[in-house]
């Protein structure tokens, strides 16, 4: 990984920790999760050894990085942010995914924590200057989500619609979504 970026994030009451051999079977398991799966673009099961493949690729990548989302000590989900340019550092742009797999916390206040967390990183330590990524129309959930943090929408096809943000269209936005999280 880029020695500059950060290895874990604290914020919003979360504790972002980059994955590593001890986490990366978690990101598996929750993945081939049916209700996961049928949310991302490859809705494949991955197997054993398509995952130990991937992320021995990412242990040497500096384009992208894969965190454990932890509340309260207990690990509720997975975000990761990546780009096609060369590294983290360099991008431009970039794109974050994420998912909650702890269902009490789904389609809760808590669910924004780790988005506020890896883009108040993406803008203001990596110095990114636009997320943007493809959302499956049908996640209605996720369109809902990212519209409250921000993002502009811009449908690709039917089946998908591309979403940007901005820094200034981030911080506008997630002012009072901060000022929810920060009260505890």
Do not use: C
């Not at 979360?14 to 949310?39: G, S, Y």
């Not at 993406?122 to 409250?148: D, G, T």
């Amino acid at each position: 990984m880029n020695n500059n970026t950060l290895k874990f994030i604290e914020a919003y009451s979360v504790r972002l920790e980059q994955i590593d051999q001890q986490t990366m079977h978690l990101l598996r398991e929750w993945r081939n999760q049916a209700d996961i799966r049928k949310q991302m673009v490859n809705q494949n099961l991955i197997t054993p050894a398509q995952h130990l493949a991937w992320f021995k690729q990412i242990e040497q990548a500096h384009n992208q990085q894969h965190f454990i989302i932890y509340y309260k000590q207990q690990a509720i989900g997975a975000i990761n942010i990546a780009t096609e340019e060369a590294s983290l550092q360099q991008a431009q742009i970039a794109q974050v995914g994420l998912y909650i797999t702890e269902p009490k916390y789904k389609n809760n206040m808590l669910a924004f924590a780790p988005s506020l967390a890896i883009n108040d990183y993406a803008f203001q330590i990596l110095n990114i200057n636009q997320l943007k990524s493809k959302v499956r129309q049908s996640n209605q959930p996720a369109i809902k989500y990212n519209q409250q943090l921000g993002y502009q929408f811009n449908p690709l096809n039917d089946e998908f619609t591309e979403i940007t943000l901005t820094a200034d269209n981030y911080e506008q936005a997630s002012k009072q979504l901060k000022n929810w999280l920060s009260r505890g």
